[in-house]
């Protein structure tokens, strides 16, 4: 995907994300749970922020939506055997 490419370009960004789209009123809302490398597991909240508000700002630029990004602790988005299941779609059918 193009969140998916643009989260690989982080450099302090691992592989692991999930992806939660959901209605709110008559907009849908996006945020994206990404993960940072082990190497940089002691960033401080200020490294994390700039590392989100990162991610955030080229989603927007490259993509044209607006997410939410939330740092997840390492090992905090859960690992599958086989194909990955990496967007939640919670808007009702």
Known sequence: SQIEELILKQPKLSPH???DVWRDGHL???AV??????????ASAV?????????QHHIKSY???????RIAE????ERSVGKARRV????PR
């Open 63 to 69: 993509i044209g939506i607006s997410t939410s990004v």
């Open 88 to 91: 939640i779609d919670k808007r």
């Open 74 to 77: 390492i090992g905090g988005i």
């Open 47 to 55: 490294d994390r922020e700039y590392v989100a508000h990162d991610l």
């Open 17 to 19: 994300y999930l992806i």
């Open 33 to 42: 749970n990404v993960e940072l490398k082990p190497e940089h597991r002691y």
């Open 28 to 30: 849908d809302s996006v």
